[in-house]
């Protein structure tokens, strides 16, 4: 269902409040054809049959709130993380001998600019790759310029530190391109749609066996539904939607580190 991920909120929210109400308007058609040679006893036994579907979607969705909503503030605890280890390999990278820290201190801040372009190319895969590519390529100067340090100076303990914390940085990056990868389970969302479905479809049925078509209620409910599907979704996307994850701690960072030569 990726393409979720790439549909407005607005569509995809309108898109699935229609289908929502055009299954409770099936089932109550469907249960208002079959009314009539409906006993009283059987009435009731969809309507328990209704109120556990609902509980059965009441459940999918705050199960599914919580894989979306942890995969969320992992991410978000990635960036202050990686902000972190940046901020930490950048004062240690200072410890290491003339002319090193110099050639170092030159590459942390086009460094940064590069990592906040990872959020903000979105889904661009052009701009992905070449957000790769050149933080490749600045790792690759970073580590050249430690690794010749730790040639010319190879006891000295601040320069072990030095690499430890650039071996730090890097990984965190590899952290963050997995986590914006771990999405909701395609089967899960597939799951919640269907039981959303069948429980508006089982309420259209309850309420056309009764014969009353209460269709400010059933709007009220789908639009309650669709919602939190709709967050739902917009969580499991971090590089675009309403809800976003903040990059503060980068750009605090960058502010530290000064601008970019």
């Not at 289908?19 to 099936?26: C, D, G, P, Q, W």
């Not at 109120?51 to 999918?60: F, P």
């Not at 010749?148 to 530190?161: E, K, N, Q, R, Y």
């Not at 799951?191 to 429980?199: E, G, K, N």
Request: hydrophobic share 50%; net charge positive.
């Amino acid at each position: 269902m990726d393409f979720l991920f790439d549909a407005s909120e607005t569509l995809t929210y309108c898109v699935t409040l229609l289908l929502l109400v055009l299954a409770a308007e099936l089932g109550f058609r469907l249960g208002r054809r079959e009314s009539r040679g409906i006993g009283e006893h059987t009435r009731s036994q969809a309507g328990a049959i209704q109120a556990a579907v609902l509980g059965l979607l009441a459940l999918l969705l705050g199960f599914t709130f919580s894989l979306s909503s942890a995969r969320f503030d992992a991410r978000k605890q990635l960036v202050v993380q990686e902000a972190n280890a940046i901020g930490t390999a950048a004062l240690r990278a200072a410890l290491l001998p003339q002319p090193y820290p110099r050639e170092l201190a030159k590459l942390f801040p086009p460094y940064v600019q590069v990592r906040l372009g990872f959020l903000d190319a979105g889904t661009d895969q052009d701009q992905l790759k070449e957000v790769a590519r050149r933080t490749q390529a600045l790792q690759t100067q970073m580590w050249a310029l430690a690794t010749a340090a730790a040639i010319a100076d190879p006891h000295a303990v601040s320069t072990g530190l030095a690499l430890q914390a650039l071996n730090d940085m890097f990984d965190v990056t590899s952290k963050r391109s997995a986590a914006l990868r771990n999405r909701v389970p395609e089967s899960v969302l597939q799951l919640l749609f269907f039981v959303a479905f069948v429980s508006f479809a089982l309420t259209g049925y309850s309420l056309g066996l009764s014969g009353a078509r209460a269709l400010k209620l059933v709007l009220m409910l789908a639009a309650l539904v669709a919602a939190v599907i709709i967050l739902i979704v917009d969580l499991d996307r971090p590089r675009r939607g309403l809800i976003v994850v903040s990059q503060q701690s980068m750009l605090d960072l960058q502010q530290s580190l000064g601008a970019p030569d």
